[in-house]
């Protein structure tokens, strides 16, 4: 990094001309260069103590001693036998990766949600997988050999121009939207609805997060609550087709609505967060909290080692389904062979099960990584995890959805662990079913939202006037 | 051809016109097109018809009249103490006062923020309030800068002088003080207003999740709406147009600019 | 008397206000607390953090980087600058005043976003290559060097240069060893302008540096979004240690120029 800069300042030193310093860097001879822009705090970066070892059944034993990425360039050059070199960055939000991205940054690999590949796929700026990608038959092809039927069933539902999510991205973490919540505080009632962030007995003692599209979620799934709720709404026989179309609404007096609901929450809220939410319910600062599925293991694992127990809920209105995926950018990749290679092997190497429970382990998301019948470790490693030491007081939680129903996939784990890690991590098939993908919001649709985001956040003349 | 002292300003001359005036210029351009490059009003027509988006003008106003005058009355008596001579070694309190300018000024709000946080458990309760206190911790010395520098070069026998002839107090800061130092008043004006009005980083430290208008810029920008940006950016620029030329008028000393370590 | 005690307090009590945090702040920095109120044992981890953590490394020996070379572009760039348009006709130096008063009193979003709309935007041009940053930045800090510079060239006897002339010094002689020698000191208060301004600077930063790379300030505004409280408390020793830096700096210089300072004084 500080080459560069100093690489860059010389150039600014020598006063070359305007045009043409797209910086193109010198490559060393045969040393792959693969550019790439994750979210932050997204990745194990390694540097584990001794005791954090984790120790599966079958004796494998996995620790992240140095960080993936380190421990990638190392595997690609003992296994295709080609130096590379990773220049790695990050990034806070999808719409910040975009905005570098259309300002001049190039990447060759980057991490963005279901709906800005939906996004990056119609702009066509997406470089597809190859054939060899999905070949079961190679052994380093871990993501293929993997990941579970389940995700890979919602890629390939999910399309644009044509073309499904799954022919140009490898899904990385998936989860929920729900809420992280102080049992002690509130009661699951309370918290089995959106409407907690609205209630004036927790002024201020609740954080929304400061996006979009989650925020716009939970206002909509407010608005609709009742109906939701309703046991004609969930009779209907395309309920799930339903309960979609009615959470990607962006109608203009639909928008205009929830811009009432979200103006009041933001008054009623300690804060728009994007990160800090995790910090402040450990503190005890804040008692609820909208939050990711993966930030809310984390959270919980944080506020386990201050002693202070959380839980996570996912509100009975719906849920967000939602999906991170390394996808390849074809102006970064530009057609060659060698990166692209190397990119794709980035993916699978992600995949194969030991780094995936690394990552697990390191950031708290939920990997789509299920393993198959001869690579159990993922499934050993919940068991690890969540497993009840007294069979007696267990309850069984039936993971066969994700793992596959071919053999039983029943973790038998402490009740406790009903509304919290376990949980949180691998929803239960009945959350599934009343989760529903936010998608892109096109052209009109996506600037009324971007207004009506802006507008919330705008001090409002006629509050003066209503006193 | 002959060596003359004006070229040795070409450089400046061009680094100025291309990026200082010709971004201004682009901004401008942005600010009356629309998405297809077409001349348009419509981005104006719609910041000043939503009642919203005037909010965020009027509430930038608000922070930065408070923090303003805030500044002003903390700094005046200040810079008159060590101008004056009521203090030995004005200076070297000047310089102290200004010291912590040099360290960033996230840092310094980190500060802040921390100490607010103890003192009031939940910064959330009051964010206007820490919002003030923020801004007016971070501008203080661009207030006491210029006001120092006008009241030394004051003459303070008028002072006396209007003492001498039976003026009171109120009389002579009133009539005296406050004319002759005019100039420093005004620079530490506009030096504070404009920033109060803009530092969106300060809002969104002390957890105050309502935009002004620099925030507005921000969230443009971070939506790619070069447009929507661009017409904020001009919206300010003829508010800074209109700051400067009233602080012209009034004869303010900008050359002192920050140039005092 | 009474009076000066008033003083004395008032000052007191601004002083109070201005430093109570960084000095609490500092306070903290050496001990194991997350958060102001916490009583708890003595440690420097922070310290060692702030030294070997290595993203705190290369953003603090980044922005220093930037900062320098900043400040050393702009400074050679404002002085050029302000003895051409000290020498011109009225007509090019009211211009000149004028254009380089505008980032003076821009706000710094409106700088930096109008830099990022020109060169970025409208140019297409490469974040990676650090010249939008470092123009950015230039174009805020120049004017303060240029703005310190034109008075000492106002102050200069003017017959200095004519008479260097006349002893047979070329005009780039005369210049070099004339004009440069008397505004030399404007030239370093400009460059310290610079370097404060450089160091302080968010918005033109964050509309202009490349992803990867970040300035304290940048940084800092997304770790206190965060949830990391190392990194927190570790930019307490950083704000302690640059507090420190300074103070012994300035110091230094005051004690190095008190003879000076005080036959001024005595003026």
Request: hydrophobic share 45%.
């Amino acid at each position: 990094m500080r080459r560069r800069l100093i690489a860059g300042l010389v150039t600014v030193c020598m006063m070359i001309p305007l045009v043409g310093c797209s910086g193109k860097e010198q490559e060393a001879s045969g040393e792959i260069v693969l550019r790439i822009a994750n979210c932050e705090e997204y990745i194990d970066e390694g540097d584990w103590d001794e005791e954090e070892t984790i120790e599966l059944e079958d004796g494998t034993t996995i620790l992240g001693e140095n960080a993936l990425v380190d421990d990638f360039e190392e595997w690609y050059e003992e296994t295709y036998g080609q130096k590379i070199r990773v220049e790695y960055s990050t990034y806070g939000t999808n719409e910040e990766l975009y905005n570098q991205m259309s300002l001049g940054d190039v990447f060759d690999v980057v991490c963005p949600s279901e709906y800005m590949i939906m996004k990056l796929m119609k702009e066509d700026r997406l470089m597809p997988l190859s054939e060899t990608f999905f070949d079961d038959s190679v052994e380093e092809n871990y993501y293929s050999r993997y990941a579970s039927d389940y995700i890979k069933g919602v890629f390939t539902d999910l399309s644009m121009n044509g073309h499904t999510i799954s022919e140009y991205a490898g899904c990385y973490m998936w989860g929920t939207l729900g809420i992280v919540y102080n049992p002690a505080e509130l009661t699951a009632d309370e918290v089995a609805h959106y409407a907690i962030f609205m209630n004036p007995k927790y002024a201020k003692q609740v954080t929304m997060k400061d996006s979009i599209r989650d925020s716009y979620f939970a206002g909509l799934a407010i608005r609709n609550a009742e109906e939701f709720q309703s046991e004609e709404f969930l009779a209907q026989p395309d309920y799930r087709d339903v309960l979609s179309e009615r959470m990607n609404d962006t109608s203009q007096d639909t928008v205009d609505e929830v811009e009432d609901i979200l103006s009041d929450m933001r008054e009623n809220v300690y804060s728009l967060e994007t990160d800090s939410g995790k910090a402040d319910m450990v503190t005890g600062k804040v008692l609820a909290n909208l939050q990711w599925s993966g930030d809310a293991v984390y959270t919980m694992d944080q506020a386990e080692e201050d002693g202070v127990e959380l839980a996570y809920s996912v509100p009975t209105e719906c849920t967000n389904l939602w999906f991170d995926g390394w996808v390849m950018m074809k102006n970064g990749i530009e057609e060659d062979a060698r990166k692209q290679q190397a990119a794709e092997a980035f993916i699978n190497f992600l995949s194969r099960p030991d780094n995936a429970i690394r990552n697990m382990y390191y950031i708290g998301y939920t990997s789509p990584i299920a393993g198959d019948a001869d690579n159990t470790l993922v499934y050993q490693y919940l068991d690890y995890n969540y497993g009840a030491e007294d069979e007696e007081e267990a309850v069984a939680y039936d993971l066969g959805y994700f793992f596959g129903e071919d053999a039983p996939h029943v973790i038998n784990a402490p009740e406790e662990q009903m509304n919290r890690q376990l949980f949180t991590q691998y929803p239960t098939e009945e959350v599934l079913q009343r989760s529903v993908v936010m998608r892109y919001f096109e052209g009109d649709a996506n600037d009324r939202i971007a207004q009506m985001w802006t507008n919330i956040r705008c001090f409002d003349v006629k509050k003066l006037f209503r006193k | 051809m002959a060596f003359t002292r004006k070229q040795l300003g070409i450089p400046y001359a061009l680094f100025l016109l291309i990026f200082v005036v010709l971004p201004l210029l682009v901004v401008l351009y942005y600010a009356f097109t629309n998405g297809s490059g077409q001349f348009t009003f419509e981005n104006f027509a719609q910041f000043f018809t939503n009642g919203k988006a005037l909010g965020t003008l009027l509430y930038s106003f608000v922070i930065a009249l408070i923090t303003t005058g805030l500044c002003l009355l903390i700094a005046y008596p200040t810079a008159y103490f060590l101008a004056k001579g009521r203090i030995p070694h004005g200076a070297a309190w000047l310089l102290i006062i200004v010291l912590p300018m040099w360290i960033n000024f996230t840092l310094r709000l980190t500060a802040m923020k921390e100490i607010l946080s103890f003192l009031e458990g939940n910064l959330a309760y009051h964010p206007f309030l820490n919002t003030i206190i923020g801004m007016t911790y971070d501008f203080l010395p661009f207030m006491v800068l210029p006001l120092y520098n006008t009241m030394e070069k004051m003459d303070h026998q008028l002072i006396d002088a209007a003492r001498d002839l039976g003026a009171s107090d109120a009389v002579v800061i009133r009539r005296v003080m406050i004319p002759l130092s005019m100039p420093g008043i005004v620079s530490g004006v506009t030096m504070v207003f404009l920033p109060a009005m803009t530092n969106y980083v300060v809002l969104d430290m002390m957890y105050n999740s309502t935009y002004i208008m620099g925030s507005l810029i921000g969230s443009y920008f971070s939506a790619y709406n070069w447009h929507d940006g661009s017409m904020i950016s001009t919206v300010l620029l003829l508010l800074i147009g209109l700051l400067s030329w009233i602080s012209k008028k009034a004869g303010a000393d900008t050359e002192e600019g920050g140039a005092i370590l | 008397m009474r009076k000066r005690v008033t003083a004395s307090i008032w000052l007191f009590v601004v002083l109070l206000f201005l430093y109570a945090p960084i000095l609490v702040l500092a306070v903290y920095s050496f001990t194991e607390a997350t958060m102001i109120g916490q009583v708890r044992g003595f440690s420097l981890q922070n310290y060692v953090t702030l030294f070997t953590n290595e993203d705190l490394v290369s953003i603090i020996t980044g922005t220093f980087g930037l900062a320098f070379v900043v400040s050393v572009l702009s400074t050679i760039l404002g002085t050029l600058g302000a003895i051409g348009a000290f020498y011109s006709r009225k007509r090019y130096r009211l211009a000149y005043d004028l254009a380089n008063q505008i980032p003076v009193v821009n706000a710094d979003v409106v700088t930096g976003f109008s830099i990022c709309i020109l060169l970025i935007v409208f140019f297409g041009m490469d974040k990676n290559t650090y010249i939008p940053l470092v123009i950015g930045q230039m174009a805020l800090c120049t004017p303060f060097v240029y703005l310190s510079v034109l008075p000492r060239l106002k102050q200069m006897d003017p017959r200095l240069y004519e008479a260097a002339l006349d002893l047979g010094c070329t005009p780039r002689q005369a210049l070099q060893k004339v004009v440069f020698r008397e505004v030399l000191p404007g030239m370093i208060s400009g460059f310290m302008t610079a370097i404060m301004l450089s160091l302080d600077d968010y918005f033109i930063a964050t509309y202009t540096k490349p992803a990867v790379f970040d300035t304290i300030s940048t940084y800092v505004v997304n770790a206190t979004k965060g949830s990391q409280t190392e990194i927190k408390t570790a930019l307490w020793a950083l704000s302690t240690v640059i507090f420190v830096v300074i103070a012994v700096a300035v110091v230094i210089s005051n004690l190095a120029g008190r003879d000076k300072a005080s036959e001024e004084g005595n003026r």
